[in-house]
């Protein structure tokens, strides 16, 4: 890893390490005794997409999912907002997607389910450094999945599991957090702060700021896009990690109108 520390999250330290090539068991299904154990009383923080599909598969907006359904929390070290899944408050503490057959919202399940029985913890930001996550194997003792006979790779287990693509459209959001700005210890004030949660997680919000602020009329983008951002979600995220990093870090990823032409308006 280049000499590079990794730091460790709480929950991942004294767990085995893995490389991508690297393999272990696991096979989960109705049938293990411990079905469902895993989807009660634990933290599920959530990725941008991961709030994205699950409010569009419960058909609610943004906004009234991150009110419903999740805690916002802040990392350690930067102090950027991060979301969690709200467990039950019903016995035992259980997900509330969760039912007798398992998922009820298994194709929009968050990234961190996704990746069980792996974790994975990415290196802070340095300088001419590309960040290269470090791999570690959950061993619950109630899970019997891990004494299965499925033989999985850390590069398969992540494809079979859709995590690989689900990553590349977030990209962009791993490039903020892991942003060279926040090398020494810097951190956003707290205006770019609600900036960053509201791009990031209230995708909806954010879709009224593109279109009933100035923002059409102070950047420079291709129509086509603009007629896509209305009700293309995906379009729309990127768009918002390009404003962000243009907002946040002085990037020239958006291009600035050198004269504005008359305020539009959204219909």
Not at 9 to 21: D, F, H, N, Q, Y
Not at 101 to 109: A, N
């Amino acid at each position: 890893m280049s000499g590079t520390t990794v730091e460790v999250p709480s929950v991942l330290k004294e767990r085995p390490t893995l490389e991508v090539g690297d393999s272990f068991c696991f096979a989960c299904g109705p049938d293990r005794a411990c079905f469902n154990t895993c989807c009660a009383d634990v933290n599920i923080i959530l990725t941008p997409l991961d709030v994205l599909g699950l409010s569009r598969r419960l058909g609610m907006a943004t906004s009234d999912f991150l009110t419903a359904h999740t805690v916002r929390l802040e990392t350690k070290d930067l102090q950027l907002p991060v979301v969690a899944l709200k467990m039950s408050e019903a016995e035992g503490r259980p997900c509330p997607f969760v039912g007798p057959g398992g998922c009820t919202v298994y194709d929009d399940r968050p990234w961190a389910c996704r990746m069980y029985p792996v974790g994975m913890a990415l290196p802070p930001a340095r300088a001419g450094e590309d960040p290269r996550p470090q791999f570690f194997l959950f061993e619950d003792d109630f899970c019997e999945g891990r004494r299965g006979a499925g033989a999985w790779t850390v590069e398969q287990w992540r494809r079979d599991q859709g995590v690989l693509e689900r990553e590349e459209l977030e990209s962009g959001f791993r490039a903020l957090v892991g942003h060279p700005w926040f090398i020494g210890g810097r951190r956003l004030d707290e205006g770019r702060t609600e900036m960053f949660f509201t791009a990031c997680y209230d995708l909806d919000r954010f879709r009224s700021f593109v279109f009933e602020s100035s923002f059409l009329d102070r950047f420079i983008l291709d129509q086509e896009l603009v007629g896509k951002l209305e009700n293309d979600d995906l379009e729309l995220l990127q768009l918002a990690f390009r404003w962000l990093r243009f907002a946040l870090f002085g990037e020239p990823t958006l291009t600035v109108r050198s004269h504005r032409p008359s305020p539009r308006r959204r219909t």
